[in-house]
């Protein structure tokens, strides 16, 4: 079951009994059971290199050192949450070295949307994700498309079982993920509690950030 999952570009784990999902630190322990260290370690390098490449993630690696970056909102993210600083390649240059979080390579651009290298397919792979997902029932609506991008930081968010309301595990942000409204900083929702009015697919990803309070 286990290589099965790798060889389908996975990095979680699904019971065939009851489709429960677990990830690689909850499964560890039952893996070591029947596989080597060696083993073990195989199956533990290719769970990271298949997290890496979902595009519903907020971690990405800088191309030039191999470091991977979590999106971190604690720090400054200049005027573009594409624009990311590559600490490692930072220390070694003495000066601040950025990197696209879309292409993984240096920072070319000024402070628009493009990286500045020409092969930077921005996002369109996202893109394809929002216009090509599947819909669902969510809080008895109908044809709710079933993943999204965060108002606030644009990383993708499949609904799985919760309610419309939805926090963003990466930036914080609350928001409906029927209608797209986000609560305001007073912890008010801009939305009604019975919500019946899908918002579209979304065509964007939020590229600029702008002062909020967490």
Same mark, same amino acid.
């Given at each position: 079951?286990?290589?099965?999952?790798?060889?389908?570009?996975?990095?979680?784990?699904?019971?065939?009994?009851?489709?429960?999902?677990?990830?690689?630190?909850?499964?560890?322990?039952?893996?070591?059971?029947?596989?080597?260290?060696?083993?073990?370690?195989?199956?533990?390098?290719?769970?990271?290199?298949?997290?890496?490449?979902?595009?519903?993630?907020?971690?990405?690696?800088?191309?030039?050192?191999?470091?991977?970056?979590?999106?971190?909102?604690?720090?400054?993210?200049?005027?573009?949450?594409?624009?990311?600083?590559?600490?490692?390649?930072? *220390? /070694?240059? &003495?000066?601040? @070295?950025?990197? $696209?979080?879309? %292409?993984?390579?240096?920072? #070319?651009?000024?402070?628009?949307?493009?990286?500045?290298?020409?092969?930077?397919?921005?996002?369109?792979?996202?893109?394809?994700?929002?216009?090509?997902?599947?819909?669902?029932?969510?809080?008895?609506?109908?044809?709710?498309?079933?993943?999204?991008?965060?108002?606030?930081?644009?990383?993708?968010?499949?609904?799985?079982?919760?309610? *419309? /309301?939805? &926090?963003?595990? @990466?930036?914080? $942000?609350?928001? %409906?993920?029927?209608?797209? #409204?986000?609560?305001?900083?007073?912890?008010?929702?801009?939305?009604?509690?019975?919500?019946?009015?899908?918002?579209?697919?979304?065509?964007?990803?939020?590229?600029?950030?702008?002062?909020?309070?967490?």
């Amino acid at each position: 079951m286990a290589m099965a999952t790798l060889q389908e570009g996975r990095w979680d784990f699904q019971c065939p009994g009851c489709n429960h999902k677990s990830d690689f630190h909850d499964v560890h322990d039952l893996l070591s059971a029947a596989m080597t260290a060696d083993e073990l370690e195989v199956v533990n390098k290719q769970v990271n290199a298949n997290y890496v490449r979902q595009p519903l993630n907020d971690v990405r690696q800088c191309r030039t050192c191999g470091t991977y970056s979590q999106k971190d909102f604690s720090k400054p993210w200049y005027d573009n949450i594409h624009r990311a600083v590559c600490f490692t390649c930072t *220390k /070694r240059a &003495k000066h601040t @070295v950025e990197f $696209c979080w879309y %292409c993984g390579q240096q920072w #070319k651009g000024g402070s628009g949307k493009s990286c500045g290298n020409s092969n930077c397919q921005g996002p369109v792979p996202s893109l394809q994700i929002l216009a090509t997902c599947k819909t669902k029932n969510v809080d008895f609506v109908s044809e709710v498309p079933d993943t999204r991008a965060c108002p606030r930081c644009g990383v993708l968010i499949t609904h799985e079982d919760a309610c *419309k /309301r939805i &926090k963003c595990k @990466v930036c914080g $942000c609350n928001f %409906c993920f029927i209608c797209l #409204k986000t609560q305001d900083f007073a912890g008010r929702w801009q939305c009604p509690e019975l919500v019946y009015e899908v918002a579209p697919r979304q065509t964007s990803i939020p590229s600029c950030i702008a002062l909020w309070a967490n």
